[in-house]
């Protein structure tokens, strides 16, 4: 039986890194579907297209092809099949991501593309619809979260190690910022699924984080 592992939940829960060290330690692969908007996100901002501007995102969507592939390295991101996996992690350009996420014609045609990745292979896929709407029969589903001030730090110590450091009072207004769209957009919000098992991580590190997630997969395919 196909492994599918779905995990959702909002901006710097540790869902990317969190994920990949699951899947690795499951000996499956990640997807993480934020990058498929991100390389989204800045197609539109390189086309000086707002992405506010749904018909227009909605139009390039349909035109450009984002694809993903696997390396040692883990996922590469593709548009038109150029690599932006190197130029996507921008504050600007997640901000652009969870702009164009909102349209329902750009969800459906991600939605189709991870559905035909997560049945092709097992597969740990991320993001913040995939419990409710990308694998809503995965083997397992998990909402990561923690609290808002926690993930803000985590993504302010993140940016400065990569050398973009912004003061914290904007990484937390940024956050807050992203929370409200991703969880109030009127197509797929994020929220956790009924079915799902809730991670806190807020008092977690990031080893006991994946450990708990690697142990409640075995626990359940076992059961
Ligand atoms: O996980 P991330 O920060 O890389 O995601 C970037 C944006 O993409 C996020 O603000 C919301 C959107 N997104 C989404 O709507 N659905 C997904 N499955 C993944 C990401």
Redesign the pocket.
Known sequence: MRLNIAI?GP??AG??SVSDAVAKKLGILHL???????AL?LAALEAGIDPGDEEKIVELCRKLKVSVTYGADGQHTFVEGRDVTGM??TPEV??A??T???YAEV?KE??RI?QRLAAETDML??????CTT?LPNATVKFFLTADQEKRAKRRYLELKEKGMEEPFEKVLEDLKK?DE??MN?PV?P?RQAPDAVLVDSTNLTFDETVDTIVRIVKEKCHE
């Open positions: 959702d901006v710097s869902k990317s993480d579907t934020g990058a498929m908007y991100r996100g996507i992690r997640g901000m991501a969870s164009v996420s909102r969800r991600m939605v991870q896929v991320d993001g913040r619809d995939i990308v992203r769209q991703d957009r797929e994020l």
